[in-house]
């Protein structure tokens, strides 16, 4: 995987604050402790993607099919998809 070099800017506060962690060992360095941040923004994004799409299956009630047909279904989709 590619690298692509950033350049930001922190406050004095936020700059200790990332120095004080690298110099108690939870990082190496600043760049680890940003993509340290950036790993736990996407997990925190996918894990909101997958509270809606369970409130949204919660939220359309109980179905009138069958476990086969609704697989039926899904393998239908699938393969439209060109997923399966």
Known sequence: MGTTRKTITVTE???????????????????????????RD?????????????????DSGVSDRSVPQIMKDVEARLRANGRL
């Open 13 to 39: 506060q936020q700059d200790k604050w990332i120095k004080a962690l690298i110099k108690r060992g939870h990082f190496t360095n600043d760049s680890e402790y940003i993509r340290d941040l950036i790993r």
């Open 42 to 58: 996407q997990g925190r994004a996918k894990f909101q993607a997958l509270k809606h799409a369970i409130q949204e299956g919660l």
